[in-house]
C-alpha cells in the first residue's frame, strides 16, 4: 500500500527553526509537494521538489531524499502566522497526489 | 497568480435535498480539476479527478451517483451532492491544474463548508 508519515504534531517558539519530516512508501515518485493549511481553509503551495536536495525560498526550505524516501520541511524564524498544518503529499506513478494526514504546528511567544 | 474560486463558501442544507458546489478556474484554463473531501482534524481525500468534457474518474468507495461532476468547461467543474445525509457534512476543496505552463502544480479553492441537518 502506499504510505507517508508526517508527526501529528509540534510545537515551537516564535523567531525559532523547526522541522517537519515527512517519510513516503508510494507506487512511484514524480515529486513531493509541501502546502500550508490554515484552520477552515483550503491548502496553499509551499514547494516541489522532484530531485534530491534542498529548494530554498524565503524562510521556508524543503530538501529531498529520493533513495531514503524522505523530505523535511524547515522554516526559519518562526512567526505566530505560521501555525498551520503543513501537508506533505507525493505524486506516485499515475500522477496522483497521495496525502499525508498533515502536521499540526503550534508556534508560542 | 492563478486564482481558483469556489461558490458558496458555506451552505446549509436539510437531509434529502441535494447542493450544488460549483469550482472555478478565474485566469487560466484547467484541463484537470480534482475534488477533495476534508473531515475535522483529518488530511485531505481525493474523491473524483475530472477531465473536460469527459466523464469524472472517481477513487474507489466514492458513489459516482451520489457525488456528480461535471466538468462542462475549461473553467469550470460543479460538484452536486445527492440527497444529502448529515455524514456528508464535510469541507470540499476544489483543485485546478492549468492547461499551460508547469504541470505539476495545482492550485486550491477557498473550500466549501457543507453542514447537512
Known amino acids: 500500500g502506499q504510505n507517508i508519515d508526517q508527526p501529528t504534531e509540534m510545537t515551537a517558539t516564535e523567531g525559532a527553526i523547526v522541522q517537519i519530516n515527512c517519510t513516503y512508501q508510494t507506487s512511484g515518485f514524480n515529486g513531493l509537494f509541501w502546502y500550508q493549511q490554515h484552520a477552515g481553509e483550503a491548502p496553499t503551495f509551499l514547494s516541489y521538489?522532484?530531485l534530491d536536495g534542498l529548494e530554498e525560498k524565503g524562510r521556508f526550505s524543503s530538501f529531498l531524499s529520493r533513495s531514503k524516501g524522505y523530505s523535511y520541511l524547515l522554516l526559519k524564524e518562526l512567526q505566530m502566522k505560521d501555525s498551520a498544518s503543513y501537508l506533505c503529499a507525493v505524486k506516485d506513478s499515475n500522477y496522483q497526489l497521495i496525502w499525508g494526514a498533515g502536521t499540526k504546528l503550534i508556534i508560542k511567544p | 497568480g492563478a486564482v481558483v474560486s469556489q461558490h458558496p463558501s458555506r451552505v446549509i442544507c436539510k437531509s434529502g435535498t441535494s447542493v450544488k458546489i460549483e469550482c472555478r478556474s478565474l485566469?487560466?484554463?484547467?484541463?484537470?480539476m480534482f475534488w477533495y473531501r476534508q473531515f475535522p482534524k483529518q488530511s485531505l481525500m481525493l474523491m473524483a479527478t475530472?477531465?473536460?468534457?469527459?466523464?469524472?474518474?472517481?477513487e474507489q468507495g466514492v458513489e459516482k451517483d451520489k457525488f456528480l461532476i461535471n466538468h462542462a468547461s475549461l473553467t469550470l467543474s460543479t460538484l452536486t451532492v445527492t440527497s444529502a445525509h448529515p455524514e456528508d457534512s464535510s469541507f470540499y476543496i476544489c483543485?485546478?491544474?492549468?492547461?499551460?505552463?508547469?504541470?505539476?502544480?495545482?492550485?486550491f479553492g477557498p473550500g466549501t463548508r457543507l453542514t447537512v441537518t
Open positions: 483543485s485546478a491544474r492549468p492547461y499551460a505552463g508547469d504541470s505539476y502544480e495545482q492550485y
Open positions: 485566469d487560466f484554463q484547467a484541463t484537470t
Open positions: 521538489n522532484v
Open positions: 475530472s477531465n473536460e468534457g469527459s466523464k469524472a474518474t472517481y
